[in-house]
T-cell receptor
C-alpha cells in the first residue's frame, strides 16, 4: 500500500530551465509534506516543507506547491543547476496524535532521479 | 559536530550472524528514528524514540530486529540471525518533534549479508 507516490522515476532537464517534480498521496490524514534530496552513498538532506494550511512555500530556488483537493504536491527548482542532480524524495507526516504535541514518522515516495545537463 | 552520526558506514556479514549499528543524533533533538532503504525505494520507517521511550515500531519489523536508546541520547539497532533480505541501507534521523516533522538524517550504514 503505497501511500505516497512519485510516478516519474526520472527527469532530465537542461541547466537554467525549470525542474518540476511531482508527488501524489492517498492518505487524507497527512497534513505536512517535505522534500528531501539524496546523493549516492549519503543520507537524505532536508530541502523544504509545507503545512496543509498553505498552498505554497518558497525558499530560494525551491518552491513547493500543495493541492489538497487533488492530494498532489510538486517541487519546482528554478533555475536548475548541475549540482541539483540527485534523487528527490517527497515525504508526508500526520498531525500530532490527539493529546500529543509532537509529529511522528515520515512516509516516503519512491524517489525521482533528477539529472540537470550543463 | 552538529550532524547525525552513524557507525559503521559499511558492514559485511555472513548470514546468521548478529550485527549492531549505532546512531548519535543531533544533541538537542529528542526524537530519533530508524529507517531502512533498499535500491529504488524510498526510506521505510522501522521505529522511533522520544527520549528513551520507543513510541512506535513498524508492523513490518521482524522480531529479529531490536532497537534501544538507553539514556535518551545515542541509539543502537541490532539485527539477530541476519538474512540476505536484510541487506539494505539503514538510516538514522533525529528531530525536535514539537516543531514539526523535519528530520535530519545521518549518512547511513550499508549492510550486506553474504
Amino acid at each position: 500500500d503505497q501511500q505516497v507516490k512519485q510516478n516519474s522515476p526520472s527527469l532530465s532537464v537542461q541547466e537554467g530551465r525549470i525542474s518540476i517534480l511531482n508527488c501524489d498521496y492517498t492518505n487524507s490524514m497527512f497534513d505536512y509534506f517535505l522534500w528531501y534530496k539524496k546523493y549516492p552513498a549519503e543520507g537524505p538532506t532536508f530541502l523544504i516543507s509545507i503545512s496543509s494550511i498553505k498552498d505554497k512555500n518558497e525558499d530560494g530556488r525551491f518552491t513547493v506547491f500543495l493541492n489538497k483537493s487533488a492530494k498532489h504536491l510538486s517541487l519546482h527548482i528554478v533555475p536548475s543547476q548541475p549540482g541539483d542532480s540527485a534523487v528527490y524524495f517527497c515525504a508526508a507526516s500526520t498531525e500530532p496524535n490527539a493529546g500529543g504535541t509532537s509529529y511522528g514518522k515520515l512516509t516516503f515516495g519512491q524517489g525521482t532521479i533528477l539529472t540537470v545537463h550543463p | 559536530d552538529t550532524g547525525v552520526s552513524q557507525d559503521p558506514r559499511h558492514k559485511i556479514t555472513k548470514r546468521g550472524q548478529n550485527v549492531t549499528f549505532r546512531c548519535d543524533p543531533i544533541s538537542e533533538h529528542n526524537r530519533l528514528y530508524w529507517y531502512r532503504q533498499t535500491l529504488g525505494q524510498g526510506p521505510e520507517f522501522l521505529t522511533y524514540f522520544q527520549n528513551e521511550a520507543q513510541l512506535e515500531k513498524s508492523r513490518l519489523l521482524s522480531d529479529r530486529f531490536s532497537a534501544e536508546r538507553p539514556k535518551g541520547s545515542f541509539s543502537t539497532l541490532e539485527i539477530q540471525r541476519t538474512e540476505q533480505g536484510d541487506s539494505a541501507m539503514y538510516l538514522c534521523a533525529s528531530s525536535l518533534g514539537q516543531l514539526g516533522p523535519e528530520a535530519f538524517f545521518g549518512q547511513g550504514t550499508r549492510l550486506t549479508v553474504v
